[in-house]
């Protein structure tokens, strides 16, 4: 570890601490539906949206209504994408020819993309025409963000209004947020992108003559308009195979930390939205808190890991940190930090190749995702996610004071606390479920390309990738099969919708309810004391769960790297 | 719940349309646009020309395998630095399929420089397979070999890697690092320049020697 790496992780948490509140407070006047100087841009494409598509702005929405109409039109823009993939080769741009995505890849990208997870079972540049990059993968890039910001928005209604039948307008919330905050903060950074010398063109590849005479053929395309909302929406899906460590996609120190400032913005912007939305900003903060100590923790152990490199190549004469997988622009500090932060968000990008991480640096990312996504998160998942886990906490507090549980001027009763399980349980049940299947019938043990308990790791970092809809991998694992492909894209549409469902019907509940008014026997929930007991709450239900088959994993893996045992 | 989904049908299909338009197709072409017109040689993948050729990128690796180059970190792309299949190798460190690697690759670097210890980066795959940089040590490391096998001058070439190292902006954002295909080139040139200093000099038969 160096001075210089430590410099940058503080540089970057400092950049962040200083982006809260702005972004924050853009995102409430588009929570309240406030006129921005960015009306005057897009207002009529707004406006005209509306008109075409029947929607009255004005209706507010109940509960059910809400979720329903954000799942059909999920639904329809998923359908759309299948079909895009299927039809790739009778469509234009697709300068390298490339044929129809199969069945069973076509439906896993479709819900990949959908469910804001962008686990990608191909390799961009060898699958992937110019068309299908930007019209099937793109738009799911900013309508799932946007979709998790929306969200977000009505869980924030439930705490914030009294008595109240609905949680706002689905298509108003997720308009606002794809006009007014994405896609212009998205032209910004893709031009900074192409200035940085992330290629965009519509031109599908180039001839080089190297200088010792071979002949290289460098795929390229329109990378950077789809770079600059796969981070700032917590997608995580490559243009090419290789993500982020791919030059193209992100080619200096520079981008680098720009686009880890990107994945992590919307959603540390959302802890001060929701503070602002409930009429208290220490709410957000004490989250926020919680979220950046749990968040610290991850990133000094694998940075500390990887940076103490791997026993077994330094007996063999390879002196250093682990370098296996990771680029020399960005070395161990960026590569590590870059890899917390993609895992604590559910962005899934990655600058190294978490597979070739050590033992127990590659084990804080997965650790990451089986909390659930909930440190920082994806845009909107993340602080849902997290609430989901507030009101846990709440509920444990009120047991140990015996109270009954309140939380930002609202009474948790049975069904909040009900529903909030219902939708914590989901993760540990399918990733565990799914990896135990994996792992006893023949097609899901062809997977690995790693032996012993690194193979594992990697059928259980797929599973918790695709369940926490995250979308990175331990990318040894041949996933481009009828069963991973399957199996992979259940697991990524219970992970998103069986949570959402659930959180809805919270948010539905928390806003008919009146205000409670908090008195000197309520659990304050602003303090250090309630930010250790968040802390302790995700640690407990979210991670607990997951320790055996961590130990099975990463740990096992561990000792055998120190014992120098090979497999 | 039926008044739910039928009133969500007309707005989920227009808005799919109207955003597929808006997002899809209106965005990514804008940019495509703004970007060949504000940053052309970037946008096309900062290629450098020489003769009417494309012969590298400076944003990607290539190739370097030759003794008498600057080499490059092993690539798991396609069958090394292939342009159309980025990849890491994503073998596990306990994995023996990486420990024979690096071993053999080890012992080829220390062939030519014995005696040394190996810096990491010369004998790990990158994360793209196209990683364009090497490390300021991996570059200093190769100094003695490149300057035997053209005939150089150590501490010209050993000049030629520390005018080519790029430092941290800020002193902290990136890595110390040498572009390989850079330094390679700036290696062309002075041997090329070499080249024709003794020409002018030497015998006839010394020059055709060093043509080889």
């Not at chain 1, 949680?167 to 994405?182: A, K, P």
């Not at chain 1, 900003?281 to 991850?298: E, K, P, S, V, Y």
């Not at chain 1, 990896?435 to 594992?456: M, Q, R």
């Not at chain 2, 980025?86 to 420089?113: C, F, W």
């Amino acid at each position: 570890m160096t001075m210089q790496g430590w410099l940058l992780i503080a540089a970057f948490v400092g950049l962040l601490l200083a982006l809260a509140k702005p972004v924050g407070l853009w995102l409430f006047a588009l929570y309240e539906g406030r006129r921005t100087p960015l009306h005057a841009v897009f207002g009529p494409v707004e406006r005209g949206f509306y008109r075409l598509s029947g929607i009255d702005p004005q209706e507010d929405q109940s509960w059910r209504r809400y979720a329903v109409h954000m799942l059909i039109f999920n639904a329809a823009l998923m359908l759309l994408t299948y079909v895009l993939l299927r039809a790739q080769s009778l469509l234009p741009l697709n300068p390298l020819s490339f044929g129809a995505v199969s069945e069973h890849l076509a439906f896993n990208t479709a819900i990949s993309f959908g469910a804001n997870t962008n686990w990608q079972s191909y390799g961009g540049e060898s699958t992937m025409s110019n068309l299908s990059q930007m019209l099937a993968l793109t738009i799911h890039n900013f309508l799932s963000a946007a979709t998790g910001i929306a969200l977000a928005f009505a869980l924030f209604r439930g705490f914030a209004r009294r008595s109240a039948a609905g949680i706002g307008n689905f298509w108003t919330d997720m308009t606002r947020v794809t006009l007014y905050l994405l896609l212009p903060l998205c032209m910004v950074l893709a031009l900074f992108y192409v200035a940085s010398g992330v290629p965009q063109t519509l031109a599908g590849s180039v001839d080089v003559h190297t200088l010792e005479g071979a002949k290289q053929t460098l795929a390229l395309g329109p990378v950077a308009s789809q770079e600059a909302i796969k981070m700032l929406g917590t997608n995580g899906g490559g243009f090419f195979n290789a993500n982020s460590a791919h030059p193209f996609e992100n080619p200096t120190a520079l981008t680098n930390l720009v686009q880890m400032l990107s994945i992590f913005l919307i959603g540390i912007g959302l802890t001060y939205t929701f503070g602002k939305a409930v009429g208290n900003t220490r709410q957000g903060w004490a989250i926020l808190a919680a979220m950046m100590a749990l968040f610290l923790a991850g990133t000094a152990v694998t940075y500390w890991q990887e940076a103490a490199g791997n026993p077994v190549l330094h007996d063999l004469g390879a002196a250093g940190g682990n370098m296996e997988g990771k680029e020399v622009r960005f070395g161990i500090a960026a590569s590590a930090l870059f890899s917390v932060v993609t895992t604590a968000a559910s962005c899934g990008a990655v600058n190294a190749m978490h597979d070739s991480f050590t033992a127990l640096g590659g084990l804080i990312p997965l650790f990451n995702m089986q909390l659930g996504e909930v440190v920082i998160g994806g845009v909107g998942a993340g602080i849902y996610g997290f609430l989901l886990f507030a009101i846990l906490a709440v509920f444990v507090a009120g047991l140990m004071v015996g109270r009954t549980p309140e939380y930002v001027g609202k009474k948790i009763e049975s069904r909040e606390v009900k529903l909030s399980v219902l939708a914590i349980a989901v993760l540990p049940l399918v990733i565990l479920g799914f990896s135990a299947l994996a792992c006893v019938l023949s097609a899901g043990l062809a997977g690995p390309l790693n032996k012993g308990p690194h193979g594992f790791s990697e059928i259980l970092y797929a599973f918790t990738s695709a369940v926490a809809n995250n979308g990175s991998a331990f990318a040894g694992l041949t996933a481009n099969t009828p069963f991973y492909n399957g199996m992979l894209g259940v697991a990524m549409w219970i992970g998103r919708f069986f949570i959402i469902v659930p959180m809805l019907a919270v948010a539905g509940s928390l806003a008919a309810k009146r205000y409670t008014p908090a008195t000197s026997g309520s659990f304050p929930t602003t303090g250090p004391l309630w930010t250790a007991l968040l802390i302790g709450i995700v640690l407990i239900v979210g991670g607990l769960t997951f320790l055996p088959s961590l130990a099975l994993g990463p740990i096992a893996d561990h000792l055998a790297m120190i014992r120098g045992q090979l497999f | 719940m039926n008044n739910d989904v039928l009133s969500s049908l007309r707005p989920a299909m227009v808005m799919t349309v109207l955003f597929a338009a808006l997002l899809g197709l209106a965005y990514p072409l804008a940019i495509t646009g703004l970007g060949q017109l504000l940053f052309p040689s970037q946008a096309n993948g900062s290629l450098v020309e020489e003769n009417g050729r494309v012969i590298g990128s400076t944003v990607i690796g290539q190739a370097f395998t030759s003794e008498r180059y600057f080499q490059t970190r092993p690539s798991a792309a396609g069958k090394g630095y292939d342009g159309l299949a980025s990849s890491g190798s994503n073998l596990g460190p306990t994995s023996q399929v990486l420990a024979d690697r690096v071993k053999e690759q080890v012992s080829v670097m220390k062939a030519a420089a014995p005696g040394r210890a190996v810096p990491a980066d010369l004998v790990t795959a990158s994360g793209s397979g196209l990683d364009p940089d090497i490390t300021p040590k991996a570059a200093f490391y190769q100094v003695d070999r490149i300057a035997r096998l053209r005939n150089l001058d150590r501490s010209e070439v050993r000049r030629l890697v520390e005018g080519s190292v790029k430092l941290p902006i800020l002193g902290f954002l990136g890595e110390p690092r040498v572009n390989a295909f850079e330094l390679n080139r700036r290696l062309d040139a002075i041997g090329a320049k070499a080249l024709a200093g003794r020409e002018a000099t030497a015998t006839p038969s010394e020059s055709a020697a060093n043509r080889k």
